[in-house]
């Protein structure tokens, strides 16, 4: 848990100090005061990377030659950031540069809801992946082992059907890549059960006009359900040296959630689309609570004012409240400030030119 940011230099904030509560922090102001930009330095500080840019040279304020974003913990641990424009990005947790970025990830479980959160239904299955895994990382201590070397071996068998080579040099890796695909595949299929069971409970609180629908797992594990993958990498090898590529595999993995049958995206409005992908983070998060790996996670909501009307804003604030799962939200308008003023563990911030105005303690 985070209970003091400091971010110099990013975008339009020039020196910002916020020490966040435990529980929800609701960041208001208007359109282009540095809401998201609050959002992006706790997302750089965790994973290192930005959910807006690729290049973030770009989010160093223009006319400065670095950002930076330091935070203390609870534990008290510094974690720092710094991106200059002259030797990139580096990490310091406790003093020390990191070497692995995953080190990072793995002390502060972060998710982040973006204010584009459709993109689950709207988009390819890239994004449903990630979500995914993302929980399989921090649950289950094995999972990372497995993904990572099962992209190492992908690599290493498309570059020998890039470079045609024949068939037994590319059947070399097929035994491990088979073998790391399926443990995938099992990983996946049984977090999908936890996080089904807990989005079942948590959704229709957030929805109450579906409180009798029946959910179920749609998932397709990345090959023909009927065969093995060894069999399948097997038979399609001809294929597979046509495209270049190996086409099936855990790297082509779907899945997702219907509704009474059907899949949500068919039926439902867009305040829904993203009250469903709420509850799935919110299911995340108790999730990797219970995994006994960590006692607390971030969960970052950008513009949860948009799509959503003040009723379920409400709600979601109100059920977010139960969860032990430190909060940022930004927001337009201040209507839930009111929502907060009960909750002892929530701070409201007032941003305006990329400065705090005004932090509040309930
Ligand atoms: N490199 C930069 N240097 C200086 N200012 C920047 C830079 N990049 C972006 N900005 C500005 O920073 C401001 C903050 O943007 P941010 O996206 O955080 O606003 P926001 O409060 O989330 O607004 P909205 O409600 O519209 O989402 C914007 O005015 C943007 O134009
Ligand atoms: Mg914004």
Known sequence: MLNQITISNLRNIT???????????????????????????????????????????????????KFQVIAKTTNDMPVGLQFTLTEGLQIRINSQPLKRLSDLATQLPLQLIPANCHQFFEQGPRYRRQLLDWGLFHVEPNFNYQWQSYRKVIQQRNSALRQHKNDQEIQLWDRHLAAFGEEITRLRQQQLNVILDRFSSIFPRLCPEFS?????????????????????????????????????????????????????AEIFSRGQQKLFVLALSMAQAEITLNSAQHTRSILLIDDISSELDQYHQKIIISELAKLPVQTFISSTDSILISSLEQDAFATVFHVKHGAIVSGENH
């Open 212 to 264: 009798d629908a029946q959910f179920s797992l749609q998932f397709k594990s990345g090959w023909s359900k009927e065969f093995s993958l060894i069999d399948v990498l097997n038979t399609n090898i001809e294929r597979d040296k046509k495209l270049g590529y190996t086409r099936s595999g855990s790297h082509a993995a779907d899945w997702s959630f219907s509704i009474n049958g059907i899949d949500p």
């Open 15 to 65: 020196e910002l100090i916020i020490q966040p509560s435990s529980g929800i922090n609701l960041i208001v102001g208007n359109n282009g005061s540095g809401k998201t930009t609050i959002l992006e330095a706790i997302h750089l500080l965790t994973l290192g990377r930005s959910f807006r840019t690729r290049f973030l040279k770009n989010a160093v304020q223009f006319g400065q030659p």
